[in-house]
C-alpha cells in the first residue's frame, strides 16, 4: 500500500514491461487472492471461489478505473484481516491444519516470504512509474 500512495488509476495499472502483466494494482488484487488461498489451506470445508476468476484474473483484470482501483482496496484489507483472524485463532505454531496437514508456522513463512517477493516488485514497479525509491 506504501508503495501505491498518490497514484491515480492510470498509474496504478501501468503494466511493467511486456509481455509481464505485473502492475501496483494487480499486486494488490493478486495478494488479496492469495490471502483467501491461504485460508483455503488451512480449512477442511470447501474452498472459497477465487475473487476474481481463472489464473492470471488478478493482473489482466487489473484496468484502469476507480471502481476497480477501490475494489482491489477493499478485498485486500477484508481478506487479510479474515487470514489474520483465521490464524490467531491457532497460538500453537506446529498445530497442523487442513486438507494437507500444513502447519500454522509453514503458512505464516510462506505468507511473509509472499509479501516479500512482491514488495520488492512494488519497489521496482513504483520507480518505473515516477521515479520514487526507498520510503
Not at 92 to 121: F, T, W
Request: glycine share 8%; proline share 4%; charged share 35%.
Amino acid at each position: 500500500r506504501l508503495k501505491c500512495e498518490g497514484l491515480d488509476p492510470e498509474q496504478l495499472a501501468r503494466r511493467s514491461v511486456p509481455p509481464s502483466t505485473m502492475s501496483l494494482l494487480g499486486l494488490l488484487r493478486h495478494l488479496a487472492e492469495a490471502e483467501r488461498d491461504w485460508r483455503n489451506w488451512i480449512s477442511d470445508g470447501d474452498p472459497l471461489p477465487k475473487l476474481y476468476g481463472a489464473r492470471d484474473a488478478d493482473f489482466d483484470g487489473a484496468v484502469a478505473e476507480q471502481r476497480v482501483v477501490d475494489e482491489a482496496y477493499e478485498n485486500l484489507e477484508r481478506e487479510q484481516a479474515a487470514t489474520d483472524a483465521a490464524l490467531a485463532a491457532h497460538p500453537d505454531l506446529g498445530v497442523r491444519l487442513g486438507k494437507d496437514a500444513i502447519s500454522v508456522r509453514e503458512l505464516l513463512v510462506h505468507r511473509i516470504e509472499e509479501y516479500a517477493r512482491h514488495c520488492g516488485h512494488a519497489d521496482l514497479l513504483r520507480e518505473c512509474v515516477d521515479g520514487r525509491v526507498g520510503q
